[in-house]
């Protein structure tokens, strides 16, 4: 029997259905406690791939099992990210007051989802503990990613942004079990600087300042930590 609770150290970005986590458990199988019936949830998505539009009816929610998308709204034409989410998220909290899509998805790489309705997740909420923590842990990060995020809109300067935007990035995949300092960037430059409210020459700029520092070393979309501490001391955050 599949054990839905083994913890995940795995090196890549994606696993099998056997050993996929939303933190330590696997909602969909916690559903139907079968392999099959996972796999008849899942969805394929092609980069660049438009999954939702802002303002569809809201009917189920999206877990990443592999790849990673953006969410963004668009305002006079103008596309604006203000979020990412990265194997282990869940996407779509934000429409459960609405039932409607407040913002669009859409597929940052080659991105395999499982869905949730949300009727399924209510059940798990009232039925099951681990799965309500597990729940309530993620919508209290969606309300912490978006309280930096104002904070850095706000209060942090360029370097401080970018790096704490890094830090984010470790942390989260370190709390999936992904622990190594060499991270891949699902997103390009121009995304992570949309998102962060800074030019694209800026974030170039700032990337060769820390290799400059020996914080990072950085190649194409491959991001190397050489020192994290330093990395969240720039960030001015704590480790």
Known sequence: MIDIN????????????????????????????????????????LKNEVIVKEGDPFEKFYIIHSGAVKTYVTVNGV????????????VGFDCIVTKKHNN???????????????NELMELIVNNPDARETIFNLMSQDIINYQKLVLSYSQKNAEEKLAAFVCGLYTQYAKRGHTSLNIKLSMSRTDIANYLGLTIETVSRIFSRMQDLNILAVKGKYISIKSISALFDLAAEKN
């Open 79 to 90: 596309e604006q990210i203000n979020g990412f989410y990265l194997p282990g998220d869940i």
């Open 6 to 45: 083994k913890q995940l150290r795995s090196k890549s970005y994606s696993v099998p259905c056997e050993l996929c986590s939303v933190g330590s458990i696997c909602i969909p199988m916690l559903l139907k406690n079968t392999l099959h019936t996972v796999l008849d949830r899942k969805q394929s998505f």
């Open 104 to 118: 669009s998805i859409k597929a940052l790489s080659n991105t395999l989802t499982c869905e949730l309705k949300y």
